[in-house]
């Protein structure tokens, strides 16, 4: 897939650590935080759907297909009307064996709405 064709194809939060993994369709990110009723008020945490993990296992809250997610650290882009930094393509806590290029962490700059299907839009340097 090219650039312009990476998506978002799933949404998920948890209200607290340990609880389940509750699919969204559509979510608010609150800028300088995350996810609206997310656990981690410090990011969001993203999966490519090419990874061999479970999303919902590996706890991450958005899943994208078309992108390698490590080419979006030190990034800005837009998830619908929403801005966000890559700031690491491994979290710092993780237990997990996901390949860098397949996980992301990112913080919120701007504040919007992002649905599922919604595209990555990368802000040009």
């Known amino acids: 897939m090219r650039e312009h ?8 939060t948890a209200h607290a650590a ?7 369709y559509v ?3 609150i800028a300088g935080k995350g996810l609206r009723g997310d656990r981690y008020t410090n990011g969001v945490s993203f999966i490519s759907s ?14 994208i297909e078309g992108i390698e ?6 990034r800005l882009f837009w998830i619908g009307d929403c801005l966000m930094a890559g700031t690491k393509s491994r979290d710092a806590c993780s237990k997990t064996s996901i ?9 919120v700059l ?15 340097n």
Do not use: F, H, T, W
């Open 5 to 12: 064709e990476a998506r978002v194809i799933g949404i998920y």
């Open 18 to 24: 340990g609880k389940p993994m509750i699919p969204q």
């Open 27 to 29: 979510i608010e990110a």
């Open 50 to 63: 090419e990874s061999n993990r479970d999303p919902i296992r590996a706890r991450r809250n958005l899943v």
């Open 69 to 74: 997610l490590s080419s979006l650290v030190g």
């Open 99 to 107: 390949e860098e290029k397949d996980e992301l962490r990112a913080i």
């Open 110 to 124: 701007k504040k919007g709405e992002i649905r599922n299907g919604a595209k990555i839009r990368i802000v040009p």
